[in-house]
């Protein structure tokens, strides 16, 4: 009976240190698959880490593109501007006389015109004045043409003064000058002419090396209804200072 006995304690020993050694090659199992899941979550991690990372160098690449494309709009938009600045400079060029600075005559006819359209439609008094420096070729022979050119702007700068800002003042040829009087009648127009008259008659001309003393004569008409074509206008004008410089000069007729 006691052989049986050691034999039975014995055998529960060795249970007890199998299960033992299972129990232990379970946890360690498990703690392996433990680490291999947490190795498996870090690598995760990692990865969403980079993911981000990459997401924000994108991001950041999307800011510098749209920086960029700011930068080159605000360029597209600079040049637009100096483009347009020098085409309207351009354009101020191509109508207006280079010593006077008043329009030239090619654009002073294109306004005649387009003013006669609009009194031809809505009957609205329009005038004229045609002006000739008086004997300007005397002036030229005896202090020169550089001090005739100073004549010449001299008068410009006169004129421009009296005039209002809806008035188109031109160079019409030499020392010829031409002026539309928008919404003006007959009366008015003399009373504008005789302004500039008298303005140029009592200031005498500064030049570096003399003072020169002008006069201006001024023909003056308005449109008509019998009008047919603009330049109508411009025949009457013409005459009125053919008249204005046979009576006198220095006068508006």
Known sequence: GRTTQKSNEKFRESLNNYNSIIGGLKKNEKKSQTEIEIKELSEKIDEIKE??????KTSKEKDKEKEREQKLEEMVKER???IEESNHKLQQLSITDALTGAFNRRHFVSQLCEKFKIFKRYNRPTSFLMMDIDKFKNINDTYGHFNGDTVLKAFSSRVQSVLRLTDIFSRYGGEEFAVILPETDLESALTIAERIRENFMNELVICDD?????????????FKITDEE?????????????KAKENGRNRVY
Not at 210 to 222: D, L, Q, R
């Open 51 to 56: 993911d981000k990372t990459k997401h924000k």
């Open 230 to 242: 603009c330049d109508d206008v411009l025949k009457r004008a013409d005459l009125a200072l053919y």
């Open 80 to 82: 637009t501007r100096e």
């Open 210 to 222: 003399c003072e020169i003393n002008v006069t201006v004569s001024i023909g003056i008409s308005s």
